[in-house]
């Protein structure tokens, strides 16, 4: 491996250490040095998405090397990536369903009308709700997003949706109806 690929290396494995392995709390009768394995504080947490910043600057700078992204993405991803297409994703269910499948590592793309929620601003962009999904995941996990402004019902941008690539699963959250409207009407 080349030397930049080194780098990127060790920057994911400390990365990993980090996140994942603290001190354990001392006894003030037997103080340690020893270091186990636990659950990632809640200060660890909040430094995650600077980490995943420095991370993604690495990986930007070892472009030229094709092994660098795939040790990474192994690294913080592993055997985790599934294609999913999730109808309504735009909505409130659907966008906070994203925003999981997203942290788990998978690809998500999302196909919604905007009927029942912000449209895209601008063309070819994507709702406010899904621009908000990608704050809160953070740049790497941003790029595993698309999104098709489209109808469900219409075969020719279901096809759009599905795209070259196989997906795995779809999550239906597409409806006409809204959480008020269903509180006033629950039966038409």
């Known amino acids: 491996m080349k030397a930049h690929g080194s780098r990127l290396l060790s920057a994911s494995t400390a990365f990993l250490l980090f996140l994942f392995v603290t001190p ?6 037997e103080p340690t040095d020893e270091i ?10 909040n430094h995650k998405e600077e ?36 109808t309504g994703g735009a909505g409130f269910i659907g966008s906070h369903t994203v925003v ?23 063309a070819g962009g994507i709702p ?18 698309k999104f098709v402004l489209g109808d469900v019902t219409d075969p020719q941008d279901l096809d759009f949706a599905f795209g070259h690539s196989k997906k795995h699963a779809v999550i239906h959250f597409a409806g006409l109806k809204a959480v008020g409207e269903s509180k006033e009407k629950p039966l038409s």
């Open 36 to 45: 186990v394995k636990s659950e990632p504080s809640k200060e660890i947490l």
């Open 128 to 145: 406010p709700s899904l621009e908000r999904v990608q704050q809160i995941v953070g740049p790497i996990a941003a790029k595993r997003l």
């Open 100 to 122: 999981e499948l997203l942290e788990a590592g998978h690809h998500v793309t999302v196909i919604d009308d905007c009927s029942n929620t912000a449209p895209p601003t601008r």
């Open 24 to 29: 354990p709390a001392a006894s003030a009768d």
């Open 51 to 86: 980490i995943l910043q420095e991370l993604e600057k690495i990986v930007e700078s070892d472009r030229e090397d094709p092994e660098s992204e795939e040790i990474l993405k192994e690294m913080v991803f592993p055997d985790s990536e599934m294609e999913i297409l999730v």
